[in-house]
């Protein structure tokens, strides 16, 4: 069916990535960094030239768009959704995309850069490249195909559908977040506008990888308070509690339960931040794992170990509280398996090798599940 059709991918990709989209976590305003903006208008503008009225762009960064549906049966509306941002690491201005045709084995070298190179040693999936064309950066500059590329495919996959109405297909939804490098993808998402039962985020890695599970996650502060008076005449009085809390740091699992040497499916107990004075300190800890029942277990574990160490010192005392963060969206997604289905079909039918993969992490994708379910399911443990 795509015999006559010219994509617009590659074209929409290299465009794309030439806008400047980088995302600051420093940032407190939303979108992070305005010029966000200037690829979402862009999309405006073509979502608009396509024939899609509804196209929307709102104060928050967000893009909007609706694919009408031209079936006769009642199917759920479905979401597509990517983001504009890229990444804090790299600079994304300047993004000079190189189109490297026919790919015949080998390394890339980037010209702006001699000593980057990109080898089939250091990336094995190259080596099933061979024969197809490679967009790369130029050496300076990241090149932004997280996440323009799953931006790219979705304005392609609405141009497709909007000039081949003989393609039958449900109301679709169209989602262009911001911030999602920073973890405020979905932020302000309006899920009533949004209206969408089901939803894809297109934001993966190799060809053909489904993606269907993602860490359980929750945060753990602990305050710990010391006991202080003047060091010069502290002795059998004061309690450090900067020393508290660096004796907690230093007995938590090694071996096991930490993230530099866990992988798979094993979660962890993993400190992000430590801050404070000799009177009080706060450690923060991030609790991670595939089985949202195993997070109680490593929290009731790390409030143990608090609770022993700070009695061993009189006169401290410690709060402990944890947040809820985000869930496995496969919980959500066990209760819908056509959705999953849906997708591994889709997979096929692109000539493609399925690859299931887990995400040691989040996503827009968790967030999203858990956002539609507490829509429709009021669920109160989620913040
Ligand atoms: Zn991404």
């Given at each position: 069916m795509f015999e006559q059709y010219a994509f617009t991918a590659s074209e929409r990709f290299m465009r794309y990535v030439q806008v400047d989209t980088q995302s600051n976590p420093q940032s407190h305003s939303q979108?992070?960094?305005?010029?966000?903006?200037?690829?979402?208008?862009?999309?405006?503008?073509?979502?608009k030239e396509m024939g899609i009225a509804d196209a929307e762009l709102d104060e928050h960064g967000y893009v909007y768009a609706t694919i009408p549906s031209n079936a006769d049966?009642?199917?759920?509306?479905?979401?597509?959704?990517?983001?504009?941002?890229?990444a804090p690491d790299a600079s994304g201005r300047g993004v000079k995309p190189l189109l490297h045709r026919n790919y015949t084995g080998g390394d890339l070298v980037?010209?702006?850069?001699?000593?980057?190179?990109?080898?089939?040693?250091?990336?094995?999936?190259?080596e099933q490249l061979k024969g197809h064309d490679i967009i790369t950066a130029?050496?300076?500059?990241?090149?932004?195909?997280?996440?323009?590329a799953g931006v790219a495919e979705i304005m392609d996959a609405a141009h497709y559908l909007m000039t081949h109405p003989e393609v039958k297909h449900g109301a679709i939804r169209i989602l262009f977040t911001p911030d999602e490098e920073v973890g405020r993808g979905t932020a302000k998402?309006?899920?009533?506008?949004?209206?969408?039962?089901?939803?894809?985020?297109?934001?993966g890695g190799e060809a053909g990888s489904l993606e269907d599970e993602t860490f359980s996650?929750?945060?753990?502060?602990?305050?710990i308070n010391g006991v202080i008076t003047h060091p010069g005449y502290a002795k059998?009085?004061?309690?450090?509690?900067?020393?508290?809390g660096g004796e907690l740091l230093a007995q938590l699992p090694k071996k096991e339960l930490s993230p530099e040497t866990t992988d798979g499916k094993q979660g962890f107990i993993h400190p992000v931040r430590f801050e404070g004075i000799a009177e009080r300190c706060t450690l923060e800890f991030i609790i991670r794992d595939f089985d949202t029942a195993l997070l109680k277990p490593k929290e009731d574990f790390l409030r143990e170990l608090t609770q022993i160490i700070v009695e061993s010192h009189p006169g401290a005392t410690f709060e402990f509280t944890v947040t809820e963060q985000y869930r496995n969206m496969k919980e959500v997604l066990d209760q819908h398996p056509e959705v999953v289905a849906h997708a591994k079909e889709a997979i096929r039918r692109a000539g493609l090798t399925l690859k299931m993969e887990s995400i040691r992490g989040g996503t827009d994708g968790s967030r999203l599940s858990w956002g539609v379910?507490?829509?429709?399911?009021?669920r109160d443990a989620y913040r």
């Amino acid at each position: 069916m795509f015999e006559q059709y010219a994509f617009t991918a590659s074209e929409r990709f290299m465009r794309y990535v030439q806008v400047d989209t980088q995302s600051n976590p420093q940032s407190h305003s939303q979108p992070s960094t305005e010029k966000q903006k200037d690829l979402s208008r862009i999309l405006l503008q073509e979502l608009k030239e396509m024939g899609i009225a509804d196209a929307e762009l709102d104060e928050h960064g967000y893009v909007y768009a609706t694919i009408p549906s031209n079936a006769d049966a009642d199917v759920p509306v479905i979401c597509f959704c990517s983001h504009v941002d890229t990444a804090p690491d790299a600079s994304g201005r300047g993004v000079k995309p190189l189109l490297h045709r026919n790919y015949t084995g080998g390394d890339l070298v980037l010209p702006d850069d001699a000593s980057i190179v990109i080898s089939p040693k250091d990336f094995p999936y190259l080596e099933q490249l061979k024969g197809h064309d490679i967009i790369t950066a130029s050496g300076t500059t990241l090149l932004g195909a997280d996440d323009k590329a799953g931006v790219a495919e979705i304005m392609d996959a609405a141009h497709y559908l909007m000039t081949h109405p003989e393609v039958k297909h449900g109301a679709i939804r169209i989602l262009f977040t911001p911030d999602e490098e920073v973890g405020r993808g979905t932020a302000k998402v309006d899920m009533q506008k949004l209206g969408a039962r089901f939803g894809y985020t297109l934001d993966g890695g190799e060809a053909g990888s489904l993606e269907d599970e993602t860490f359980s996650a929750d945060g753990v502060t602990i305050v710990i308070n010391g006991v202080i008076t003047h060091p010069g005449y502290a002795k059998d009085k004061l309690v450090n509690a900067l020393k508290i809390g660096g004796e907690l740091l230093a007995q938590l699992p090694k071996k096991e339960l930490s993230p530099e040497t866990t992988d798979g499916k094993q979660g962890f107990i993993h400190p992000v931040r430590f801050e404070g004075i000799a009177e009080r300190c706060t450690l923060e800890f991030i609790i991670r794992d595939f089985d949202t029942a195993l997070l109680k277990p490593k929290e009731d574990f790390l409030r143990e170990l608090t609770q022993i160490i700070v009695e061993s010192h009189p006169g401290a005392t410690f709060e402990f509280t944890v947040t809820e963060q985000y869930r496995n969206m496969k919980e959500v997604l066990d209760q819908h398996p056509e959705v999953v289905a849906h997708a591994k079909e889709a997979i096929r039918r692109a000539g493609l090798t399925l690859k299931m993969e887990s995400i040691r992490g989040g996503t827009d994708g968790s967030r999203l599940s858990w956002g539609v379910e507490r829509h429709t399911n009021a669920r109160d443990a989620y913040r």
